[in-house]
């Protein structure tokens, strides 16, 4: 089989995937919407992972179809999107998890700020996610540190 054809037989079912997620988005949204149940910390990061995950498939087929190497990238985000989904999700209420998730992403623009000291505000963003860290790492300081990238 081709390459072409290879591609082709990948964006069909790509093309299922996507159809089949958008479903699962519409139902789940309009089952939060007549439920009028509040979500906890870790049920928004999950579905904020799982959106993000969806945006970066759609971005990966775009850039397949269009042959570019900016694929991967997608691919990369998309796995490690789903390892930190899978990670939060293992316990149901585990909102300590979904912390970690939170104050890494916090420690991520931390980092950026160190880096860019001519970025506009700069001081005062750093001081704001470094606080952000401190209270959502507030009782869970062993754990945080074990799992701290820096």
């Known amino acids: 089989m081709s390459e072409k054809k290879k591609l082709q037989n990948y964006l069909k079912l ?12 519409k139902e789940i949204s309009s089952q939060l919407q007549t439920s009028h149940q509040k ?7 999950l579905i904020g992972l799982a959106l993000k995950m969806y945006h970066a498939f759609e971005s990966l087929v775009e850039d397949a179809k269009r042959e570019r ?18 990670w ?8 300590k998890k979904a912390r970690i998730v939170l104050a890494r992403t ?3 623009k931390v980092k950026f700020f160190e ?7 700069q001081k005062s963003y750093l001081q704001d996610r470094e606080s952000e ?3 959502l790492t507030k009782g869970i300081e062993d754990e945080w540190k074990k ?4």
Do not use: W
């Open 88 to 95: 939060m999700g293992e316990k149901r209420g585990d909102n």
């Open 106 to 108: 916090c420690n991520e």
């Open 115 to 121: 880096n860019n000291p001519d970025y506009p505000d």
């Open 147 to 150: 799992l701290k990238y820096k």
């Open 14 to 25: 790509a093309a299922e995937v996507c159809s089949l997620a958008e479903y699962f988005v």
């Open 39 to 45: 979500l906890n910390l870790q049920e928004r990061l």
């Open 69 to 86: 190497a900016e694929a991967i990238h997608h691919l990369k985000t998309l796995v490690e999107s789903f390892i930190y989904l899978y």
């Open 133 to 135: 860290i401190k209270e």
